[in-house]
């Protein structure tokens, strides 16, 4: 029972950081050495840069696994933004229209539905609260070969280090290498659409309030910042996405104003545009022996409902809750 085992998590993302940290504060937390790998440099947050466009609509479920891990309060004091309502209607129909969707935190009895935050703050804060642990981080390297040994794996780094672990858990995002190398192969598609993302000023209030109007190319959601914009979220064909990504601040501004039925007035862009194309997949085995896949490396999903990021979060939880009972079952 005092055996050591060895955990490499691939991807320094939110998904990975949090499994890390769940690890880390599980009850079988001294049983366990954890390594994070990344190809990528240490990633860096400063609250004087202007908010990153990689937002995520955290769910009520995911602020009480972030809670867990003790995150919660550094990013609802830093620029995190709640969301208490939320307003669904269809092109045909109008936001307050009878054919609309309310939610209300009221109803339930929440202080918010969730919360609205930057991709890099996220990580930033689960950075800050590995270093309160034993998780070793290593960035700038990635991986170049995977094999079996016993009953896990062993890893090749492009540095010509090697390890090996009695698990590794992909958190490598959707063209994830541990996947790959594991051979585990992925259904998907295309959709016939691109999301173009971008931050903007309205004439009113958001309200604490997301938005999200359907239309025959695709929906439009506006979601709540700290600073008082909203992110703009705008699925549709990916010519259009490609065009306005590339075209004036104020041609932008006019669509969004148009496509957003002029929900909160005028829209003014507030932030470079970029257009991403988009696609669903999902892996046909999210384990083999020695390998679990958790986030994007095992599935991706249409952003519309805002549910990648509270997946991938609920993965981590989930493994971290089959690793805790295994072990402790010897």
């Given at each position: 029972m005092n055996e050591r085992h060895e955990i490499v998590i691939v991807g320094a993302g939110v998904v990975g950081l949090a499994t890390a940290a769940m690890l880390a504060r599980s009850a079988v937390a001294e049983q366990l050495t954890i390594r994070v790998l990344d190809a990528q440099p240490a990633p860096r947050f400063d609250t004087t840069e202007p908010m990153g466009l990689r937002v995520s609509a955290m769910s009520a479920g995911s602020i009480g696994l972030l809670d867990s891990v003790g995150v919660i309060d550094e990013l609802f004091a830093t620029r995190a933004c709640p969301y208490r309502d939320m307003r669904v209607w269809d092109a045909g129909g109008a936001a307050d229209g009878q054919a609309a969707l309310h939610f209300s935190a009221a109803e339930f009895?929440?202080?918010?539905?969730?919360?609205?935050?930057?991709?890099?703050?996220?990580?930033?804060?689960?950075?800050?609260?590995?270093?309160?642990?034993?998780?070793?981080?290593?960035?700038?390297?990635?991986?170049?070969?995977?094999s079996r040994t016993g009953g896990g794996r062993e890893l090749t780094l492009d540095n010509g280090e090697q390890l090996r672990a009695a698990l590794v858990i992909g958190a490598d995002g959707a063209r994830s290498a541990v996947r790959e190398l594991a051979a585990i192969e992925v259904d998907g598609w295309q959709y016939p659409q691109a999301a173009l993302v971008t931050h903007a000023r309205s004439a009113q209030s958001h309200r604490y309030t997301a938005w999200q109007?359907?239309?025959?190319?695709?929906?439009l959601a506006l979601l709540p910042l700290a600073d008082g914009r909203v992110s703009i979220v705008w699925s549709t064909r990916p010519e259009l996405a490609k065009h306005y990504a590339q075209a004036s601040a104020d041609e932008v501004s006019r669509a969004l104003t148009?496509?957003?039925?002029?929900?909160?007035?005028?829209?003014q862009v507030a932030a470079d545009c970029a257009?991403?194309?988009?696609?669903?997949?999902?892996?046909?085995?999210?384990?083999?022996?020695?390998?679990?896949?958790?986030?994007?490396?095992?599935?991706?999903?249409?952003p519309l409902a805002?549910?990648?990021?509270?997946?991938?979060?609920?993965?981590?939880?989930?493994?971290?809750?089959?690793l805790e009972d295994s072990l402790n079952e010897g």
């Open positions: 009895a929440l202080p918010q539905l969730g919360f609205i935050v930057e991709d890099a703050l996220l990580r930033y804060s689960l950075l800050r609260c590995l270093d309160a642990t034993a998780v070793q981080l290593q960035f700038g390297t990635g991986i170049q070969a995977m109007r359907f239309m025959t190319d695709g929906p148009d496509a957003s039925d002029h929900v909160l007035g005028e829209l257009s991403l194309p988009l696609r669903a997949q999902h892996a046909r085995n999210y384990v083999q022996q020695g390998i679990a896949l958790v986030g994007d490396a095992a599935h991706t999903v249409h805002g549910q990648g990021a509270n997946l991938g979060l609920a993965d981590a939880a989930a493994l971290a809750k089959v």
